[in-house]
């Protein structure tokens, strides 16, 4: 079955989901990332939603390109206006992955869904969606910033050499496919309802809690590709500000703010 994905239908499916947000539809684009901080810089007013249903120059960490053909993902930007640090970017991460876990939740078992640190949401231990926050910052303040997630929805990987064990899509794992407007709407849902929980309360940190107690890895046996090199351990903890604490071989214990992790072989078996 084909549903219907072009501003209309996306229109439709916000509205009723009570969602009133500025929406601007591409059939194509670049990056969606890009044309939201275009429109954060025209002074765009927050939650303002960039949705694409083809990108081109899609990015992921790293400079990673996200492929995304169209009729298969969710590609969505949103434009917030955080009063958040420049240390603690990476909240935006946990803000966008948590939404995603959280949507993906209502159509699939809590147990089939995951987080991969740092920025990876897995469904059946495959990746479906990723989380790209980019911010402006003046000195300490932040102007604003953009939240970049795509989903894989209706995509087939099984073709695909590099990607046909690492990646999944909602579709193949449902064995139907998946009216995209309304998993845009369900994904806008809980990240909207999630938002008041960006900076925490001071005593607990619902955010936070619900991004550590979601990741995969802790507590195995790991190797992280980060930019000091290839590193190998146990992952032991992240902190509050989404860095990992990795316990090598040799018994020290590093603090990581960025890197690849890949699970042992036994625990993706």
Known sequence: MAYPYDREAISAALRARG???????????????????????????????VVADEQTAGRGRMGRRWRAPPGAAVLMSVVLRPQIAPG??????????????????????????????????RLRRRKVAGVLPEAIFTGDVCAGAVLGIGLNVNGDF???????????????????????????????AQLRAAYPTLDGDGGRDPLYEAWRGALAMLGRRVTVAAPEGA???????VDDEGALWLRKDDGARVRLLAGDVSLAVEDEA
């Open 231 to 237: 590193l190998a351990g146990v992952a032991e903890d």
């Open 19 to 49: 969602l009133d947000a500025p929406l601007r539809y591409f059939a194509q684009i670049g990056s969606t990332n890009d044309e939201a901080k275009r429109l954060l810089a025209e002074g765009a007013p927050a939650w303002t939603v």
């Open 158 to 188: 099984s073709a695909d050499a590099e990607l046909a064990h690492s990646a999944i899509s909602m579709a193949t794992a449902r064995g139907a496919p998946f009216d995209r407007a309304e998993v845009l709407a369900e994904l806008l």
């Open 88 to 121: 603690r970017l990476s909240r935006l991460t946990m803000l966008g992955a948590v939404a995603a876990l959280r949507a993906l939740r209502r159509w699939f078992e809590p147990e089939a869904v995951s987080l991969k640190w740092p920025n990876d949401v």
